[in-house]
């Protein structure tokens, strides 16, 4: 990986940099998914978000 204010300038580089960021996204989704579990009342929970204008 280079320098992060080195800007992308080929494809490759491209699809290089959007594999990570996809690998990066797919890691964090155990991890709200087991915060979303472990919340015991998750209707009064999303009453909430809803009602002040958050998403869930």
């Known amino acids: 990986m280079e320098n992060?204010?080195?800007p992308i300038?080929?494809?490759?580089e491209l699809k290089d940099?959007?594999?990570?960021?996809?690998?990066v996204e797919l890691a964090t989704i155990p991890?709200?998914?087991s915060g979303w579990f472990t919340i015991r009342n998750r209707q009064?929970?999303?009453?909430s978000c809803t009602s002040?204008?958050?998403?869930?």
Not at 9 to 12: C, D, G, K, V
Not at 17 to 23: K, R, S
């Open 17 to 23: 940099h959007l594999q990570i960021a996809l690998a």
């Open 9 to 12: 300038t080929t494809i490759q």
């Open 44 to 47: 009064t929970t999303e009453m």
């Open 52 to 56: 002040s204008g958050a998403s869930p």
């Open 4 to 6: 992060k204010d080195t």
């Open 31 to 33: 991890a709200y998914l």
